[in-house]
Structures are given as C-alpha cells and as structure tokens.
C-alpha cells in the first residue's frame, strides 16, 4: 500500500518519462536540445535540420499504451482484492454444493449436474460480492490519483487519454483474472468433489465472456465515478446505492437485469434463467449489453477526467 502511494505522488513529468517505454527519452531530447541551441549560437543552423530534430523528439516522447498498462498493474498491487475474491466465491461454491448434496436423488433422477451447483454458486457472487469487490478495486486506485493533482497534469501533458486507456485495459484484466478465480472453483467443485463429467461443463465455461465484460463494464463506471467523486469513500457510497438497486431489480423483475449494469453480472450468468444456460441468442445479447455499458463508462470516465482537479 505505500508503494501505491508513493507511486501516485510521483509528478506528472515522470509518469510521461514511464510510459514512453524508452529509457533514453530524455537523454535523446537533452542531445538533440544541445544540438539546436549550439547551432543557433552559431547562426548555422538549417530548417531542415531543426525539423528533424523535432520530428524525432515528438517520435521518442509519445505515449505508450503497452507502458500505461504495466503502470497500471505496478501501480495496482492489491492482494486483499484476491484473496477476498477467492473468499467470497468459495461462499458460493458452499452454496451450490449444499444445494446439490441436500437434493442429490432429485437431481440424479433429472440428470441435472453443474446446472445445480452453478445455480447457486454464482447467485449471490453475481448480485453482491463482484460487483462492490471490483468497484472497491478500482475505487481505491482511482482515488489515488486525485492526489497530487495528477489528472490535472496529465490533462497538461497530453497524456490523459493514454492514461485513460492503460486504466481500462488494466480493469478487463482484473475482470478476466476475477472470472478466471471464479471458474477455476467452479471446476473444482464440480469435478473433483462432485465427480461430474467435464463433457457438459462448456455453457458455463462460455458465460465467463459476457460475466468478463460486465465486470469490466462495472469498473469502467466505477473509474467515472471515481472521477467525480474523487474519494474512495464518496465512490463506494454511490457505487453501494447503486448495487442494491441491481439486487432488488435481479429479485423482483429478473429480465431487466440485462439492462442495467450494476445488474448485468447476474443477468449475463443466467442464474435466475437456468433453462437458457447454453443459449447463444443470451450470451451474445448479454455481451452486447456489457460492451454498450464499457464504451458509456469509458466516454464518461475521459469526459469527467477532463475537468477533474
């Protein structure tokens, strides 16, 4: 954690020097500076080879995604998330064990197998534990950055908008690794517990995509909140609000939970709709409905960025 904030207190000059990626930026601009100016002392200097000292400064320093990206995960080192994420999914696993132990003989007669553990497993994970773990995630990161005014200074170095994307590739990472956790469990109780055949485990496999990308969509509008609101404590009230709107709306009219965001976790596993588990028709329109809500959180979140002090 104090790495996290050292790192976030570095000035905004350094932050550019890091996602360059090309440790010699600065010494490449230093020589080409001494260049120029000897040659305007001198009055020897050509247009053509000012340009060009230009052209190839402007090439070293521009802003790399790939450095954005590895600063985000340097920057984001938080091992309570997954240890709390593993936590919090193994009180599902729990959940969906009981439900298939207590009623094994009705489920054998009906050949029901990983239907019956996913069921419960991913339920209450879905409606409550993600969403407020990754927003938490994402919230705590976030409000580093408004220390040391450091929005304003990548707004001033032109460096905002790679920044911005380095976040959001960063957040379908965690999400991806989130759902890797979840699945991985999924499998263990499954298979080695439980003993059932891996043959029938592939719908539940391919839910990871659209729960991956709700996920993602869910920090990408926490990283806009968080903008706003600044304070870790100011986004999580918001973001709280908002998650219990998602579990009454999944509870009292279960179709609408694709609509919503803070929703589309539960909405996008099938959980409240186990007969559609393997539809394709569901995956792809709970996809469509994640990817809608990323590119609203992702045009919130550099709208918001832009006036954040």
């Given at each position: 954690?104090?790495?996290?904030?050292?790192?976030?207190?570095?000035?905004?000059?350094?932050?550019?020097?890091?996602?360059?990626?090309?440790?010699?930026?600065?010494?490449?601009?230093?020589?080409?500076?001494?260049?120029?100016?000897?040659?305007?002392?001198?009055?020897?200097?050509?247009?053509?080879?000012?340009?060009?000292?230009?052209?190839?400064?402007?090439?070293?320093?521009?802003?790399?995604?790939?450095?954005?990206?590895?600063?985000?995960?340097?920057?984001?080192g938080n091992l309570w998330y997954w240890i709390a994420t593993v936590l919090f999914d193994l009180i599902g696993m729990l959940n969906g064990w009981s439900q298939y132990v207590d009623y094994r003989k009705d489920f054998q007669a009906q050949g029901v197998t990983w239907a019956a553990v996913w069921g419960q497993a991913i339920l209450?994970?879905?409606?409550?534990?993600?969403?407020?773990?990754?927003?938490?995630?994402?919230?705590?990161?976030?409000?580093?950055?408004?220390?040391?005014?450091?929005?304003?200074?990548?707004?001033?170095?032109?460096?905002?908008?790679?920044?911005?994307?380095?976040?959001?590739?960063?957040?379908?990472?965690?999400?991806?690794?989130?759902?890797?956790?979840?699945?991985?469990?999924?499998?263990?109780?499954?298979?080695?517990?439980?003993?059932?055949?891996?043959?029938?485990?592939?719908?539940?496999?391919?839910?990871?995509?659209?729960?991956?990308?709700?996920?993602?969509?869910?920090?990408?509008?926490?990283?806009?909140?968080?903008?706003?609101?600044?304070?870790?404590?100011?986004?999580?009230?918001?973001?709280?609000?908002?998650?219990?709107?998602?579990?009454?709306?999944?509870?009292?009219?279960?179709?609408?939970?694709?609509?919503?965001?803070?929703?589309?976790?539960?909405?996008?596993?099938?959980?409240?709709?186990?007969?559609?588990?393997?539809?394709?028709?569901?995956?792809?329109?709970?996809?469509?409905?994640?990817?809608?809500?990323?590119?609203?959180?992702?045009?919130?979140?550099?709208?918001?960025?832009?006036?954040?002090?």
């Amino acid at each position: 954690m104090n790495g996290n904030d050292l790192a976030n207190r570095l000035a905004s000059a350094q932050w550019q020097k890091k996602m360059s990626g090309n440790m010699m930026v600065d010494g490449q601009m230093a020589v080409n500076g001494s260049v120029i100016n000897n040659q305007n002392m001198s009055n020897v200097a050509s247009p053509e080879s000012t340009n060009g000292n230009d052209e190839v400064t402007r090439h070293l320093s521009k802003p790399s995604v790939t450095a954005a990206l590895r600063w985000e995960i340097r920057k984001a080192g938080n091992l309570w998330y997954w240890i709390a994420t593993v936590l919090f999914d193994l009180i599902g696993m729990l959940n969906g064990w009981s439900q298939y132990v207590d009623y094994r003989k009705d489920f054998q007669a009906q050949g029901v197998t990983w239907a019956a553990v996913w069921g419960q497993a991913i339920l209450l994970p879905s409606m409550v534990f993600m969403p407020v773990l990754v927003a938490a995630f994402a919230a705590q990161i976030e409000s580093n950055e408004h220390v040391g005014r450091n929005w304003q200074h990548l707004n001033a170095s032109g460096t905002a908008s790679t920044a911005i994307i380095g976040k959001m590739l960063h957040g379908l990472l965690a999400s991806f690794l989130t759902m890797v956790v979840f699945e991985a469990e999924f499998l263990v109780v499954g298979k080695v517990v439980l003993g059932f055949s891996l043959r029938d485990v592939g719908p539940f496999l391919l839910r990871g995509v659209p729960m991956t990308l709700a996920l993602w969509a869910i920090m990408t509008l926490t990283q806009a909140i968080s903008a706003q609101f600044e304070s870790f404590a100011g986004t999580m009230s918001v973001v709280l609000v908002l998650t219990l709107f998602g579990c009454a709306l999944s509870l009292i009219v279960p179709p609408l939970t694709l609509i919503y965001p803070f929703s589309l976790v539960t909405g996008a596993s099938a959980a409240r709709d186990l007969g559609n588990i393997a539809s394709f028709g569901s995956i792809m329109v709970a996809t469509l409905m994640a990817l809608f809500w990323v590119i609203v959180g992702g045009l919130l979140f550099r709208r918001l960025t832009r006036k954040a002090v």
